[in-house]
């Protein structure tokens, strides 16, 4: 989870209730960040944020205020928050900022189905064609996500989890299939409303599948390959 501090409360013209630059607070340690990628660090702090639950469905954020938390001005955590936007997570409120959205069970569920309708014919597409070396080489990404699962790295593992999962579609060479499957993938990992926190256990779990799913493909055992992407999707 990120650090946690006091912040003064902002003009009122910010359009921000007083419970939001609190949880603004809870958001992001106060810092400066490199002015070369400020934009992108901003980006990767909130993307955590909202995987961590951190940014909370239905709250509204000004730019102001988490420009204070970072040491920057407004426009930079705007453009982020801008990006965000496209991606789905939040919503423009003109001159109050940015509200986080909500998302049903259903849509994660909608989200899963389309994931595996993507995924599990081209792995097992490559699986067909594929040595097994080439697949074991992907044994230090599913062990790099085994790690952050250990260590109840939220956020970590989110990050980790993307990029096994782009590993394994990659070698068939359709950009344009990898980058909409991690942006599903991306928006999959955004917890539901009032959800606990994903716990340690679960992540663990979630990880020993990517090491199953690697060994039946280095193994060429196509039934348990197909049966193991299924049940990573829960459309089993």
């Not at 594929?130 to 260590?151: C, M, Q, Y």
């Not at 992540?203 to 039946?216: F, N």
Request: charged share 25%.
């Amino acid at each position: 989870m990120l650090g946690r501090a006091q912040v003064r409360s902002r003009p009122e013209e910010d359009g921000v209730h007083e419970a939001a630059h609190g949880r603004v607070a809870a958001l992001i340690p106060a810092q400066k960040v490199l002015r070369h990628s400020v934009r992108g660090q901003v980006l990767d702090a909130l993307r955590a944020a909202l995987v961590d639950g951190d940014l909370v469905p239905g709250e509204i954020y000004s730019g102001p205020a988490l420009g204070e938390r970072f040491g920057v001005s407004a426009t930079p955590v705007r453009e982020a928050m801008q990006q965000l936007a496209l991606e789905g997570a939040v919503e423009c409120l003109p001159n109050r900022g940015f509200r986080v959205l909500s998302r049903t069970p259903r849509a994660q569920t909608e989200l899963a189905e389309v994931r595996a309708l993507l995924e599990v014919p081209v792995v097992l597409g490559l699986a067909r064609t594929l040595p097994a070396e080439a697949w074991a080489a992907l044994r230090p990404v599913a062990a790099a996500a085994a790690g952050a699962a250990e260590a109840g790295d939220l956020a970590g593992y989110a990050d980790a989890d993307r990029a096994f999962h782009r590993e394994l579609l990659s070698p068939g060479g359709n950009e344009q299939l990898v980058s909409v499957a991690q942006e599903l993938h991306r928006r999959s990992q955004w917890p539901l409303p009032g959800a606990p926190r994903t716990r340690r256990a679960e992540l663990v779990a979630d990880a020993a599948e990517h090491t199953a799913l690697l060994e039946a493909l280095i193994a060429g055992d196509l039934p348990t390959v197909e049966q193991v992407l299924r049940s990573h999707f829960g459309t089993a």
